[in-house]
């Protein structure tokens, strides 16, 4: 394609790169959704399992539903704090450091954050019962979150491409080529 020369972004020949650049960013404001999801997710079951009334009793009082609800909370307090991290690493890189150094690390949450996220929406429809397949009422959340979840774990590169990128990434590391066991 002929690109005009004052349409050019960066050096010539280089738009892979540009694109590969801004990897990092689209992975972290996706991971970024998914952390918010996971929250919201949360925060229904709570209010669902302390309102609803099963075998006399509320759903907070079954051991199961709190062992549903301890999972959520630590599969997304996991992503949320490695996100932190994350961040962090990415304010004190500078950009053009951030890509060679965190490509790795950021596929891998992406990959641990879509994964977290479809264990959390599948624990949620089953507290909710039938109510989270409902397109409306109190599971709608539940019901929109468990069908949309899943663009997450496709857009800016599917699971399976993240996964082996952060272990390629990885083996690539110094550290790898001197870990003993």
Not at 30 to 51: D, H, L, P, T
Not at 137 to 161: C, D, H, P, Q, W
């Amino acid at each position: 394609v002929k690109v005009p020369a004052k349409n050019v972004i960066g050096m010539e020949n280089m738009g892979f790169m540009v694109t590969m650049y801004n990897f990092n960013h689209e992975r972290w404001m996706i991971i970024a959704y998914i952390i918010a999801g996971c929250r919201g997710m949360v925060e229904e079951c709570f209010k669902w399992a302390s309102q609803r009334v099963a075998f006399g009793k509320p759903l907070i009082q079954q051991p199961v539903i709190r062992q549903k609800l301890a999972g959520m909370v630590a599969k997304t307090e996991s992503v949320y704090s490695w996100y932190e991290a994350l961040t962090y690493q990415m304010t004190q890189l500078p950009y053009d450091e951030q890509s060679a150094k965190l490509a790795g690390t950021m596929s891998l949450l992406k990959y641990h954050s879509t994964r977290a996220a479809w264990d959390i929406a599948d624990d949620a429809v089953q507290i909710f019962g039938g109510r989270g397949i409902t397109q409306s009422g109190m599971g709608a959340y539940v019901e929109r979150f468990m069908r949309t979840n899943k663009f997450a774990a496709i857009l800016g590169g599917s699971e399976e491409v993240m996964a082996d990128l952060g272990i390629k990434m990885a083996s690539k590391s110094p550290a790898f080529a001197t870990a003993k066991l």
